[in-house]
């Protein structure tokens, strides 16, 4: 078997040009564009490149971005004063904080200070625990978890009934999409670096969604042949054949998965661009309600 391959990108940019008409509707009637106000803090390269990457999404699609730039040094008042100024700031619709923010900040009480109306990261608690009560709709869904849904429902996958494995238990990640999955009726097994054989839970799995942050953790006898299988993770990995020194891989092996699972993530061009679509989508629904 040949896994069929989800097309992230080709994806994200259909949500991205849904997403241009309705920032340019919600303009003209709001009279100004839907804004989107990032907290940076400190001075790690890679949280740069991720908020440089999404103020360039959001170019894209017409939605207008201020960023909060404080150093490392940053008090924790300020870095939750940021976040009240973006609060109180009409022209601004959504608020994401770019995690992980440094070791001396309380990560909770920056979050839990992002006003619910404007959470388009959908990790404040209220969010979250909305997501996991039956009957509660959250205002917000988180950006990378809601992308695995579309990929999935794009891909014309039913997932009632069926057998799902969720590797990792992070707030932004594994908690979310399990939530997810168990709400749109499969049967959900979460599992995280204390699963006893994660290999022998995973095989049973017609769905697997590795987030993991362990480059090819998941090999090809790791699953059950013609599984749907999501790869959230995203790895550096020495490459001295390429220009950077390093690539990116995936949680999943995917040259191996390709001949076992039935459908198939790439990294890069699966999940990630499908982050950056759902956080936009997500702004431009605040800008609208
Ligand atoms: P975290 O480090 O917060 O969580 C990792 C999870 O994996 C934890 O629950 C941990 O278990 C579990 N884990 C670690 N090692 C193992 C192992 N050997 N076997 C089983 N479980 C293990 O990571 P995130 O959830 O934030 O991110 C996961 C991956 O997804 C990363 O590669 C990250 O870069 C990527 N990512 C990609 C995004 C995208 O847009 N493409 C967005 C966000 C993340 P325990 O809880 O027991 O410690």
């Not at 699609?61 to 004063?81: C, D, F």
């Not at 932004?172 to 054989?197: E, F, K, Q, Y």
Request: one cysteine or more; a neutral charge.
């Amino acid at each position: 078997m040949t896994a069929a391959i989800i097309d992230g990108r080709a994806v994200a940019k259909r949500v991205q040009s849904e997403i241009r008409a309705g920032a340019d509707q919600a303009a003209a009637r709001l009279g100004r564009r839907p804004g989107l106000g990032v907290v940076l803090v400190g001075d790690d390269p890679a949280s740069a490149m991720y908020v440089r990457m999404k103020q360039r999404a959001c170019d894209r699609v017409g939605i207008q971005s201020s960023a909060s730039i404080l150093p490392a040094s940053a008090a924790q008042s300020e870095v939750e004063n940021a976040v009240r100024a973006f609060n109180a700031d009409a022209a601004i619709d959504g608020i994401l904080v770019q995690l992980p923010l440094p070791f001396s900040i309380d990560e909770a009480a920056v979050l839990n200070a992002i006003g619910l109306s404007k959470d388009v990261d959908g990790i404040h608690p209220v969010n979250l625990g909305r997501l996991g009560m039956r009957g509660r709709e959250p205002t917000f869904t988180p950006a990378t978890p809601t992308g695995v849904m579309r990929l999935i429902a794009e891909s014309g996958i039913e997932l009632a009934g069926k057998e799902a494995v969720v590797i990792g238990r992070s707030n932004i990640v594994g908690l979310p999409i399990a939530l997810m999955l168990t709400n749109a009726d499969a049967t959900v097994t979460r599992c995280h670096s204390r699963t006893v054989d994660l290999p022998l839970v995973t095989r049973r799995a017609d769905v697997v969604v590795a987030a993991v942050g362990q480059p090819e953790l998941v090999k090809a006898d790791w699953l059950k042949p013609g599984a749907v299988v999501i790869d959230v993770g995203s790895n550096a990995v020495p490459d001295p054949a390429s220009e950077k020194g390093y690539r990116y891989v995936g949680d999943v092996d995917f040259a191996q998965a390709q001949a076992v699972a039935g459908w198939l993530t790439k990294v890069p061009g699966g999940v990630g661009p499908m982050t950056i679509a759902m956080l936009l989508a997500n702004t431009l629904k605040a800008a609208q309600t």
